[in-house]
């Protein structure tokens, strides 16, 4: 054997072993990096490019600049699910027993599909009662039709107990 | 009803099963210690070597079945464990097999022993056996917290299985070392088994025991001391590991047991005072049996300055030519068939395989190797995060710390970083229990991270959630 062949070769094994590693690595890459996030829903700021797809969805409200001292989370305050927090992103939140909700009520006084809270076009969030057999009260009044919530007004629901804080 | 648009529903996302991933990676695995073995044979021989069909075909009928098995019973285990382990373990046949074509050797084996026989052919019926083991763990074992029921039996087995040497008949002493037993013909290695088996006693204990470990404590100089009588399980792993120390004169297994100990006790009760005491523990014993044991004393000689002793014992002379072996290898090595890593002697493919990896492939390729290792490690570590159940992430952490620490003894003992232990490199170093017991460590890993792995099934509709539906009469 030649002195080049054998070079190559030991050169070349380092680099398929080294290529390995490397490949075993990539494997894992979402252990070390953590996994992409890719935005759904609508997005901010929309370029020209953006348009065309933006036009298939006509519930998405565009989103406002966030004004100052909006809340940004929903606290359950009271009941079963107390201490759960649900990001507030401009996106309907709904309450209910039924599984698809965004928060699962547990309670015996609550409907399928009870209430939801979502922001009217200027970013107010509003709450709504979706004909419910025990109501949701919005700090001591049965709600009859959808209601800004003013900061820090409990919304109640059965036994369970939301507030909107910053 | 008004329809409600766009809602942020939460839901569990599958994970994907990475079973095709796995394939590709153990193709990739198969076709590298071909490529070695192959090189091997063009340097030493100048031809390509007999037999390369049979060894490559064998690994790779081997590597696929094992993954059929991992892709029918553990659908959702960790695709990197396998690959891995099977590269190594391939790379391991293709050293043993080029240390056994060197002449020095053979006619080192021919005056000790009066003849030379192939290691490599035996290390590959060990793999097959290895792997079959392998299979049958993950076919039998359907879900590891079974292991759990048997926490005292395992106390009871492992200790057997280190006691088994030192009794008379059946023990065999082996330069020195007695930590072999020979049963028909057959010399085992029962500290290898013990391994795993005291980590399944490790992890249920310390499961039950945890909180009285953890909570009872008094504060002193920023630790947490334990009450003396939660010390008396350390005392107990401390006393027998250092009996095992002075009677088997095992360094390597002493120090996997206690360590082994320490890193599940601190990882169930995250208290740093464990690891302090266990160090001053381990540092302690150490000092006493090293200034005391002979067996050990000439380890440790041989560890401080092996080049002052070089032509009396054969300890440093093994040490010293182990270290020169990674020196000549340099950065990039001499390539395979090319190295004189044969010098160091009768232990070149097994104690000492690693300094043959230092010598033929260099620096570069010893960090690769250790990275490989480093790999299964996290791999294992990873798995211990995702178990959700306590047993599984002690007993994956008590599995991937004796790994590593045996790793960090071996190879630091051949590196002179620490007295060399007589252990063995896994899946590297010639020896059928040390095969068969890492495979048994890499199934296990493969069935924790299947579970941990495995999405929940989907809950059961609850049968009352239409309940207060309202009802109106149209």
Not at chain 2, 2 to 23: D, F, H, K, Q, Y
Not at chain 2, 103 to 120: C, D, I, M, P, V
Not at chain 2, 252 to 263: A, D, H, K, N, P
Request: glycine share 12%; with cysteine; net charge positive.
């Amino acid at each position: 054997m030649s002195e080049l062949t054998l070079t190559v070769m030991r050169l070349g094994f380092l680099a398929v072993l080294w290529l390995f590693v490397i490949v075993a690595v990539q494997v894992i890459r979402s252990d070390l990096f953590g996994t992409r996030v890719t935005q759904r829903g609508s997005r901010r700021g929309g370029g020209a490019g953006g348009a065309p797809q933006q036009t298939g969805r006509q519930s998405a409200p565009p989103q406002q600049r966030q004004r100052r001292g909006a809340p940004t989370k929903l606290v359950v305050s009271e009941g079963t699910l107390t201490g759960t927090t649900v990001a507030l992103s401009g996106q309907t939140i709904t309450l209910g027993r039924a599984h698809d909700s965004t928060i699962v009520l547990d309670d015996d006084y609550a409907s399928s599909r009870h209430a939801r809270i979502y922001p009217d076009t200027d970013g107010q969030w509003i709450v709504e009662d979706l004909g419910s057999t025990n109501g949701t009260y919005l700090d001591r009044t049965r709600l009859t039709t959808p209601t800004p919530i003013p900061p820090g007004a409990p919304i109640r629901i059965g036994k369970t107990v939301i507030e909107l804080r910053k | 009803m008004s329809v409600v648009t766009n809602t942020t529903t939460i839901g569990a996302i599958e994970l994907p099963s990475r079973r095709n991933t796995e394939l590709l990676l153990l193709a990739f695995a198969v076709v590298i210690p071909i490529f070695a073995y192959a090189n091997v044979g063009l340097s030493i021989h100048g031809k390509l070597p007999p037999g390369m069909l049979t060894y490559g075909l064998g690994l790779g009928v081997l590597a696929g079945l094992a993954h059929l098995v991992v892709r029918r019973y553990a659908k959702y285990a960790d695709p990197l464990l396998l690959p891995i382990a099977t590269l190594l373990n391939g790379l391991g046949l293709v050293i043993i097999y080029r240390l056994d074509q060197s002449e020095r050797l053979q006619n080192l084996a021919k005056r000790q022993f009066g003849g030379f026989t192939e290691s490599a052919p035996r290390q590959m019926m060990y793999t097959a056996l290895a792997l079959a083991l392998f299979a049958v763990v993950l076919l039998v074992l359907k879900d590891h917290r079974v292991l759990q029921r048997f926490t005292y039996i395992s106390m009871a087995a492992s200790l057997v299985l280190l006691i088994l040497p030192v009794v008379p008949g059946l023990g065999a002493d082996v330069f020195g070392a007695k930590i072999w037993i020979s049963v028909g013909g057959f010399s085992i290695q029962p500290g290898e088994f013990a391994k795993i088996v005291i980590a399944i006693f490790f992890a249920g204990y310390l499961m039950v025991k945890r909180d009285a470990l953890a909570l009872a404590s008094r504060r002193f100089m920023g630790l947490y001391l334990p009450r003396g009588r939660d010390l008396g399980p350390i005392l107990m792993i401390w006393a027998m590991s250092l009996l095992v120390l002075v009677f088997e004169n095992d360094l390597g297994t002493s120090l996997l047991f206690f360590g082994m100990f320490v890193i599940m006790l601190y990882v169930a009760t995250e208290r740093t005072s464990w690891i302090v005491i266990g160090l001053l523990m381990s540092i302690g014993g150490a000092v006493v049996v090293g200034t005391t044991a002979s067996h050990v004393k000439v380890r440790v000689t041989a560890w401080l300055d092996p080049f002052a002793c070089y032509s009396k014992s054969g300890a440093c002379e093994q040490v010293g030519q182990s270290i020169m072996s990674f020196g000549s290898g340099g950065v990039l090595g001499t390539g395979w068939g090319q190295g004189n890593s044969d010098l160091i002697g009768f232990a070149a493919n097994s104690d000492f395989i690693f300094s043959t990896v230092g010598e033929e492939l260099g620096l570069s390729g010893v960090m690769a190797f250790l990275l490989l290792y480093g790999l299964i490690i996290e791999r294992g570590v990873r798995t211990a995060l995702a178990a959700r159940d306590p047993f599984g992430k002690l007993f994956a952490i008590g599995l991937s710390g004796a790994f590593s620490l045996q790793i960090f003894v071996v190879a630091g003992g051949v590196m002179g970083l620490i007295p060399l232990t007589g252990m063995t490199m896994p899946f590297l170093a010639s020896g059928g229990s040390s095969v068969l017991a890492n495979w048994v460590l890499i199934a296990i890993l493969i069935r924790i991270s299947d579970t941990a792995r495995r999405p929940a099934p989907a809950p059961a509709p609850s049968p009352d959630s239409e309940m207060t539906q309202v009802v109106r009469p149209s």
